[in-house]
């Protein structure tokens, strides 16, 4: 098969959730599946490391689309042209967006929906597109994957698509998330939080990840509770980011709030083995990476109880209702205080995060491009 790839998340330092599933799913399929071409559209200029295997071909397709407008131009202009050019048997798109100008067979993976239920967490323009778009493209998608028995239930109910259409592709947990020694915690508090513990944060900067109000919940947690425990926050700004500024800003303990911006996975993987434990309580999540690597790290884990992170955390998580900032601060406390309950979570995270392997994910993600490929044509 030719199989043409949506890769423009791959960009170097700066992969996020999709980008990861993209960077780890695709790096062992091209090389699982040497008898096949993989085709990869680049909007900007690639770093070489994306290109996996010698039957990947690298193409960049420009403009870069950093806007609705050229979303749209790229998806149906730019890459039917490239799939009729290459002859494509399929498109993968890793991040969900298709085309649809082509008759070509497209496997998107939609990770979540949250925009049709928080569309005011996205720019105008960028809600309104995903909104009338992303159903459009479930509807003509030759098969759709998704990353939670969560995620495919939302879309079944939200756009009315056929139960049999949709796989579930779990995100994995990489080898190198593993706990680390007591003297790469010392260096690492040292690091970034001037030698304390800490609680942490992984993800983007984003109004649905709910840190403005993680950061009024630890401002309640420290003046409640006489310990001197950070808060670190590790992500990137996406957008809409001013709410956290300004929550920031008012706190009572704002100097013991380190925001990182985004780290090199050797530096995640040190912060993230330091934590006393992440916090985590997004209001919409398809998966939740970090809850995974945490428990792989041996990090105990305080996160939401809505949407797919129940599914994901199992028993091995201490759940709180994202809204509530009591409950927050007091799951902190618990954690804080009570070693016992610290190694319960340790222990059970251990059991809970072998259900999830990247190499499990590629193979289902091939198996999702079999069902395609046998599929009727559109």
């Not at 579930?168 to 939080?193: H, L």
Request: glycine share 6%; net charge neutral.
């Amino acid at each position: 098969m030719v199989i043409v790839v949506n890769t423009r998340l791959l960009q170097k330092g700066k992969l996020e959730g999709i980008g990861w599933f993209s960077f780890e799913t695709l790096s062992r399929m091209t090389r699982n599946h040497p008898e096949h071409q993989f085709i990869f559209l680049f909007d900007r200029p690639y770093d070489d490391s994306f290109i996996f295997s010698e039957n990947v071909k690298p193409v960049v397709v420009p403009p870069p689309t950093r806007h609705p407008f050229l979303w749209f131009f790229w998806f149906e202009v730019v890459v039917p042209f490239m799939l009729k050019k290459y002859k494509a048997d399929l498109f993968l798109s890793p991040d969900g967006y298709l085309s649809l100008s082509t008759d070509v067979k497209q496997l998107a993976v939609i990770h979540d929906i949250n925009f049709a239920h928080r569309p005011k967490d996205l720019p105008w323009l960028a809600s309104k597109y995903c909104n009338h778009y992303f159903p459009k493209f479930a509807r003509h998608a030759t098969r759709i994957a998704t990353v939670s028995n969560y995620s495919k239930e939302d879309i079944l109910r939200t756009w009315q698509i056929e139960p049999g259409k949709i796989d579930v592709i779990y995100n994995g947990v990489n080898s190198r998330d593993t706990a680390t020694s007591e003297k790469e915690k010392d260096y690492a508090r040292q690091k970034y939080a001037d030698g304390k513990p800490y609680f942490l944060f992984i993800g983007s900067l984003h109004p649905r990840k709910n840190i403005s109000g993680l950061l009024l919940a630890y401002d309640f947690f420290r003046a409640s509770v006489k310990q001197d425990i950070k808060m670190v926050i590790v992500g990137g700004e996406m957008f809409k980011t001013a709410g956290i500024a300004k929550t920031h800003e008012a706190m009572q303990f704002k100097n013991d709030v380190v925001f990182t911006g985004r780290l090199t996975v050797d530096d995640l993987h040190q912060v993230l083995g330091a934590a006393l434990a992440l916090v985590f309580v997004p209001f919409f999540e398809g998966f939740g990476i970090p809850v995974v690597e945490a428990m792989a790290a041996d990090v105990p884990v305080i996160c939401s109880n809505t949407t797919s992170l129940p599914e994901v955390g199992g028993d091995a998580v201490l759940y709180v209702d994202p809204h509530n900032r009591e409950q927050i601060k007091e799951a902190m406390t618990q954690v804080s205080e009570d070693e016992f309950l610290r190694t319960k979570l340790i222990e059970k995270g251990r059991e809970q995060q072998q259900k999830f392997s990247w190499d499990q994910s590629a193979e289902r993600l091939w198996e999702s491009i079999e069902k395609c490929a046998v599929s009727d044509p559109l």
